[in-house]
C-alpha cells in the first residue's frame, strides 16, 4: 500500500508524511520538487517534467516494501503544473499510474497558517488550489481521507485510516 500525503502549499504535508513514517517506521519518499527546485528562481514544464521523472524513480526504487509513505507523488506534479501553467502531463499520467500500485491518499486542507517557505508561491489561493485537488481525486477515483483541524486530530484520523487498511501499529 502506498500511503501519499497530497494537497496545497503549507498545509502539513511534509510534516504529517514525515510523522507517519517514523510513527509506522516506514520509508519515506520525499517531495522531490524540493530538491530540485532549492536554490532556482524560477522553473518551466520541462523543469516538472523532470521533477516527475525523480519522483517516479523514487517510487521505484521503494516498490518492493508492502507498505511506503510519500510527501506527494505524482499527482501533486500534474496538479501543479495545471494550476500554474495552465497544461497538463497529457499521456505521461493517467489513471492506471496512479492505481498500478494501491494508493490511498490524505488530502491535507488549508485550515492551517501558511508558513514562508522560498518554494512556496500561492499564499492566498491555497483555497482554489485546494478545490483542484479534490477535481483531481474525483476524476481518477482515488482513495483519500481529508485531513482537518488540529494536528492530534489529525494525526488520529492517519491513524484510524491506517488501521482500517490493514496496517498494524507498530509504534504506540
Known amino acids: 500500500m502506498h500511503i501519499v500525503f497530497t494537497g496545497p502549499e503549507s498545509c502539513g504535508k511534509t510534516t504529517l508524511a514525515s ?3 517514523l ?10 520538487a524540493r530538491f530540485y527546485l532549492e536554490g532556482r528562481s524560477s522553473y518551466d514544464t520541462h523543469d516538472l517534467s523532470e521533477i516527475l521523472k525523480l519522483q517516479l524513480t523514487e517510487e521505484r526504487k521503494w516498490s518492493s516494501n508492502n ?3 510519500s510527501d506527494t507523488d505524482a499527482l501533486t506534479i500534474e496538479i501543479w503544473e495545471k494550476y500554474k501553467f495552465g497544461t497538463s502531463f ?3 499520467i493517467n489513471r492506471n499510474d496512479l492505481t498500478k500500485t494501491k494508493r490511498y491518499y490524505f488530502l491535507c486542507d488549508k485550515d492551517v497558517p501558511w508558513q514562508y517557505d522560498p518554494l512556496r508561491e500561492h499564499p ?6 485546494f478545490q ?9 477515483e482515488l482513495p483519500f481521507t481529508l485531513l482537518s483541524g488540529s494536528l492530534q ?3 488520529q484520523s ?5 488501521e482500517d487498511l490493514g496496517l498494524l501499529e507498530s509504534a504506540s
Open 153 to 155: 486530530v489529525r494525526q
Open 132 to 140: 483542484v485537488y479534490l477535481e483531481y481525486l474525483h476524476k481518477y
Open 90 to 92: 497529457t499521456g505521461l
Open 19 to 21: 510523522w507517519t513514517s
Open 23 to 32: 510513527r509506522y517506521n516506514l520509508p519515506l519518499i520525499p517531495e522531490m
Open 158 to 162: 492517519i491513524i484510524s485510516k491506517l
Open 67 to 69: 507498505w511506503l509513505i
Open 124 to 129: 492566498n489561493e491555497r483555497h482554489l488550489i
